[in-house]
């Protein structure tokens, strides 16, 4: 009776924490309140799409560090084509639906992702969705948008959608990243 009792409470115990315990952000137009609950340093897993005239590549890099603040975003891949933070933008319509999420997720190779967001309450269409965008740049051009969608306030996920271009080449990049907080409390 005592182990059975003692396995209750651990059970308990370990549903509060983790994923069941994150707030869902359905439905949460208020850019305000979403930016103060995804504020912070956050840790990307990523998959890359690559796409020339001639050839396609996939990409899976290292987990990179990505910082929310104060309504701008930043990251060592973006500081490098823009040198500062870019400033986010609550769109002003869903840009992606469970349809355009799903076909992003296979183009990337990245499709249990749609496991780790599955328990949230809404699609991606009920959820804010905020852009970045990177205007073209000299040198090698790069333009696009990147797209963060936080499904709850420890889970975002981030879509990048860039055209890369330079004298030699031209590349359309498609990531598409799963974003935690890099130091959970």
């Given at each position: 009776?005592?182990q059975r009792?003692?396995?209750?409470v651990i059970?308990?115990?370990?549903?509060g924490?983790?994923?069941?315990?994150a707030?869902?952000?359905?439905?949460?137009?208020?850019?305000?309140t979403v930016?103060a609950?995804?504020?912070g340093?956050?840790t990307?897993?990523?998959?890359?799409s690559?796409?020339?005239s001639?050839?396609?590549?996939?990409?899976v890099?290292e987990?990179?560090?990505?910082?929310i603040?104060?309504?701008r975003?930043?990251?060592?891949?973006l500081d490098?084509?823009?040198g500062?933070?870019?400033p986010?933008?609550?769109?002003?319509?869903?840009?992606y639906?469970?349809?355009a999420?799903d076909?992003l997720?296979?183009?990337t190779r990245n499709?249990?992702l749609?496991?780790?967001?599955?328990?949230?309450?809404?699609g991606?269409?009920d959820?804010p969705?905020f852009?970045?965008h990177?205007?073209d740049?000299?040198?090698?051009?790069?333009?696009?948008t990147?797209?963060?969608?936080?499904y709850?306030?420890?889970?975002?996920?981030?879509?990048?959608?860039?055209e890369l271009?330079?004298a030699e080449?031209?590349?359309?990049?498609?990531g598409?990243?799963?974003?935690t907080?890099?130091?959970p409390?």
């Amino acid at each position: 009776m005592m182990q059975r009792a003692t396995q209750i409470v651990i059970s308990v115990c370990l549903l509060g924490i983790g994923p069941a315990a994150a707030e869902s952000l359905c439905g949460v137009r208020d850019a305000k309140t979403v930016l103060a609950a995804i504020d912070g340093q956050w840790t990307s897993h990523e998959k890359i799409s690559l796409e020339s005239s001639s050839d396609s590549y996939f990409r899976v890099p290292e987990p990179a560090a990505f910082v929310i603040r104060a309504g701008r975003i930043e990251s060592p891949f973006l500081d490098s084509l823009q040198g500062q933070p870019l400033p986010l933008e609550l769109a002003d319509a869903p840009i992606y639906d469970v349809d355009a999420v799903d076909e992003l997720l296979e183009v990337t190779r990245n499709e249990e992702l749609a496991d780790l967001l599955s328990d949230t309450p809404c699609g991606p269409e009920d959820l804010p969705q905020f852009v970045a965008h990177i205007p073209d740049t000299d040198g090698i051009s790069a333009g696009g948008t990147v797209t963060l969608i936080p499904y709850f306030d420890d889970r975002v996920l981030k879509i990048a959608e860039l055209e890369l271009a330079s004298a030699e080449a031209l590349l359309f990049m498609t990531g598409v990243a799963y974003m935690t907080p890099a130091n959970p409390e």
